[in-house]
């Protein structure tokens, strides 16, 4: 071979990725399923909270047994009570930073919510299997050293229950 | 020729690969606008609602006809409750004013609070009127706190967009650090962190409403007896999810504890028989009282309608000590049914005392149950009698109403007030609303709106 066109191999290879990444990334935001959140403060209909919170459900706790994913449901409930978070359910799950799967677009994404639709109903219904938390967290991942603070109750799961 | 071809193909790729930088640089700063925006939007929100509801608070003190005092009040309500919100969307990374969150929802609340007393005909105490005041001594602290960080704000210090981008990889950073060594400066968030640290220690604030600190951790009043030991829990668990199913077995495979407002053994069981069906059970500690039950399997299609899945639960409510419950509202949850039972005594509704049954219209078990509100709330009561007829209270619905029944009920208001009052139901139009007239008093204490929902019905 040539030496020069050895010398080319490696740059060629760099810019071929390059391309490649730009051309995947712009097919990708191209065709992204757009569902847009609903606005904040806007009274909702029983059924879009259902919606609302089953997809918060599944892409909080999609892996999590029954039982804990009712319990994520909860925690949202206890904070649209809470004078310390504001007073609705859109509100709650789009504050700032007070979910992972909101701030990394996971929510989003998540397609299967029968589990979690189900798990949301139970909750608006009423059962709580946390007794009042307002927190949850995964011990396993890092989190605010401010969030141990809290008084904790249980944990289900993978998920450890806070008030 | 190769070496052109290849030179041309490079210079394509490199201005490609630049056009897409710059393309995705604009994508992101129009992003960043937007997100700075809505930082700078819910930021002067706050402000200028934490401004407006102090000086409504101030224009309450002021005034000294009631008509007026109840209309200050209103808008400080409303304006507290504004600033609230637009705070809890304001994106602050690393800090949460959790206190500066309560003492706005408080504020706000204790407005409403006393507003409604001047609704009543009734007067504002000297006391009451003291703690408005301190409260708008504080609300003015908050708006000069907030003033200060909005010189950082327009002083481009602060900016709401920058919080949201992604952090670098920590051997860039190092780098970084070294080519520009960081300077101590005061974080732009300071004045939220010395105001919030400043309201975390607020005298605490009773009154009749939902955000009153004496409410903050109720206790379950319904719970008589010791605390018991972990292996009767499990016994109980057993025996109750056995009912549940008709004449399931099951086994405990595990249990954790949980110390909520209502502290219980946690019971997790699975099924002997049915493969992949687990039961959670939840077994108070004071009493060993059975607080909750969720069967976590699917359920196939309905063979029961609403009616006879009403008749299993009711039966299984009584063979569980339930005597005298009343059910009151009844909604279909997927291939389930949802009662809610209310205990009756002397012939009037206990609203506070529910217990909520969820049964399987495919074979009539009983999958769910919730007896949270009941142990929390249920205690030996002992109401006057009702000073009104029911034709009296039927007399005080406004005419345009038609009435459709009436029945004596204990409900409860904000603040853990119970009040004995004739539960009137009525239509508007094609609306059902439930009026709920004090039976000693007359007044008109609450008015309820059913909400039609598929499957949901009012049983009365």
Known sequence: ?163 | MIRKITTLVLALALMLAVGWGLWERANRLSLANAVEAGGQRDFYNLLSYVEQSQVSMGKFLASSSPRQQAVHLTEAWNQAAAAQHALSQLPTPGIKPINTSKFLAQTSDYSNYLAQKLARGEEVTPQEREQLVRLREEMKRLAADLRQTENQVAAKNLRWSSFYSTRMPQPLKTIARFAVPAQAQPSPLDGFVNADRRLQTLPSLNYDGPFSDHLEKPRPLGLKGGEVAQNVAEQKALTFAGDASGGGSYRVQTVRTSNGLLPTYAVNLVDDRRAGVTVNVDVSKQGGEIVSLLNTRSVDAPTLDGAQALDRAAAFLKSHGFADMQPTYTVRSGNSQVITFAAKKDDVILYPDQVKVKVALDNGEIIGWDATPYYMAHHDRQFPRPKLTPDEARAKINSGLKVEGVRLALIPLPGSIEKLTYEVKTKLDDTHYLVYINALTGEEEKVLQIIDVPGGQLTM
């Open chain 1, 1 to 163: 071979m040539h030496p020069f066109r050895r010398r080319l191999i490696i740059p060629l290879l760099l810019m071929v990725i390059l391309l490649g990444a730009a051309l995947w990334q712009f097919y990708h935001e191209g065709h992204l399923p757009r569902i847009l959140p609903t606005q904040a403060g806007v009274p909702v209909a029983v059924g879009d909270e259902v919606n609302l919170l089953a997809r918060l459900i599944a892409a909080e706790a999609g892996n999590e047994p029954y039982e804990g994913q009712v319990a994520v449901g909860a925690v949202v409930l206890n904070r649209v009570r809470s004078p310390l978070f504001p007073s609705t359910i859109s509100g709650v799950i789009y504050e700032p930073w007070a979910f992972e799967s909101v701030a990394n677009g996971l929510i989003w994404q998540v397609s299967n919510l029968s589990t979690a639709t189900a798990a949301a109903a139970d909750a608006l219904n009423g059962w709580d299997p946390t007794y009042g938390a307002l927190f949850f967290w995964n011990p396993a991942k890092p989190v605010s050293p401010w969030i141990w603070t809290r008084s904790i109750i249980t944990q289900i799961g993978n998920h450890v229950f806070a008030r």
